[in-house]
Structure formats: C-alpha cells, structure tokens
C-alpha cells in the first residue's frame, strides 16, 4: 500500500511573494485548506513545507509555503509533485478506495478462477473501468466497476473478487 499520496502539481508561480500555482489531481481541492504542511517531491528529493496559505483561482489552487518568499524561489520548485502522507488524506466511505490500493490487486471470479492483475483504472463520466491483464490472453479484461460486477475488494489481501455479466464471461475464455 502506498504511503503517500500525489495531490497535485505545481505547474508556475503567482506573483512575486512566492505563491505557488497548483494543478490538483486530488477529486476534492477543497482538502487544501485543512492541510497543514506538505511534502514536495522534485528531482532533488522529498521536503517538507509548512503551509502558510491557500486560495482558489479558477481551476488551481494558490499555495504559499514557508521558506518560498519569492518568485526566484518558487520558480525553482515548478514541476515539482506535491504529496501527503495516508493518514492526511480524506476519509472513504463504504465500499471506496484509494486508486493507487488497486492497481495490482489479483482478480478472480466468484467460482475462484484467477483472470489476472488490475493494471489500469480508465475514469469515465459514469463509472469507472478497471483493466485487467493476464499473461496468457492477448486482449486486456475491461470490467465496468459497478456494484453488479465487483463484488469483494479485499485490500490487505490484495484480491478483487468479480461477477462476470453476460457478454464478459466469453471473453475471458
């Protein structure tokens, strides 16, 4: 399970006082504000920023940190990705989970047959699509991530357990 998690991005600097421009890709940008400090990851390593500010600018969330007090020094963070540790992030509701606890999960049908790894998560407007590989098979499994479909996701053992809809079943032969 990972650790940390990527909450966004910084993508330029806002003005002069070191402000940060932040591309979120966390679903709730809002988390910015209950967030006390920050870890920005770069090709120099991983350090820790306490936040001192955020605001809201159309899409991107405005980050000020401590210690960056100019667009000099903010300019040499750009590109950096920002991350929190797990016991920072939002709390799940029943039967959520965190994308990055997926991948790698080892998928098997209700009777128990293994159908292969989750690789991928496609996002969709409706739901999401979980792709699942297999050495064996030439095409990836594309299974729907709706409640008629999965039916157990077990994290710490590292198993996804699914119901396959008529029209899957052939294509996992």
Do not use: W
């Not at 991983?46 to 605001?55: H, N, P, S």
């Not at 030439?138 to 039916?151: F, R």
């Amino acid at each position: 399970m990972n650790e940390m998690f990527t909450v966004g991005k910084i993508v330029n600097t806002h003005g002069v006082k070191g402000e940060l421009k932040i591309m979120p890709t966390t679903e709730d940008p809002k988390r910015f504000a209950k967030l006390k400090s920050i870890y920005v990851e770069n090709r120099k390593g991983l350090t820790t920023y306490e936040i001192q500010g955020v605001r809201y600018h159309k899409d991107f969330v405005l980050l000020k940190l401590k210690g960056i007090e100019d667009m000099n020094a903010a300019e040499l963070l750009k590109g950096s990705t920002l991350k929190i540790d797990r016991k920072d992030s939002l709390p799940l509701k029943k039967d959520e989970y965190y994308i990055s606890d997926l991948f790698g999960l080892e998928v098997y049908t209700e009777e128990e047959r293994f159908l292969g790894k989750l690789v991928d998560i496609i996002e969709t407007g409706s739901n999401d699509v979980y792709v699942v590989k297999k050495a064996d098979r030439e095409k990836d499994l594309l299974l729907p991530a709706i409640k008629q479909v999965i039916k157990v996701v077990d994290i710490e053992a590292r198993k996804m357990t699914v119901h396959l809809l008529e029209g899957l079943e052939e294509l996992c032969e």
